[in-house]
């Protein structure tokens, strides 16, 4: 019996040794998981006359970037794929071959290797540049506020409603934000 309950040890031992470095923690987490490769993406259209920018960056500041690359295709005017450049953890493209019609598949590559994908339609991810000559204007008679910006997407083509958010505080109140 002696032998038997010893046998049994070992092997119960073992068997959670074996489990321990399968790739599950003790506490059951992963261990050996991969790398999460989430990423997003906005644009900026007619930054440069005809020319669109294109950024995204790993949602996981964690991820190990060094030899991961982004790269673009359908969506693109005259030519299958293009790649991104890299400035630290920031992956940008700038061009005019968006086709600004449909949907582009924007994939995160380590070599020839898909790690992950996602379809976006560069127009839906536009982010607007702050606007500028900002002016507040205090309606004492009315007891309201009166707004008044320039922004330079006015100028552009694509825009047809663009709708700013507007927050505030008074100035002896530094923490007290409003919208």
Known sequence: ????????????????AVSGESG??????????????SFSCYSQLEVSGSQHLLRCAFEDPDVNSTHLRFEICEGLLDIKCLNFSKL????F????????????????KLGQRILTCRKMNIV???KPEAPFDIRV?????ANDFVVTFNTSHLQKKYVKNLIHDVAYHQ????????D
Request: charged share 30%; proline share 2%; net charge negative.
């Open 24 to 37: 599950y923690a003790q506490n059951g987490d992963l261990e050996d998981a991969e790398p999460d490769y």
């Open 124 to 126: 839906h991810i536009v």
């Open 171 to 178: 100035e002896k109140h530094e923490d007290d934000w409003m």
């Open 88 to 91: 630290q953890e920031i992956y």
């Open 137 to 141: 204007i205090y309606r004492e008679e």
């Open 93 to 108: 493209i700038k061009t005019n071959k968006f086709l600004l019609i449909g949907d582009s598949k924007i994939c995160v």
């Open 1 to 16: 019996m002696t032998i038997l309950g010893t046998a049994l040890g070992i092997v119960f031992c073992l068997l959670r």
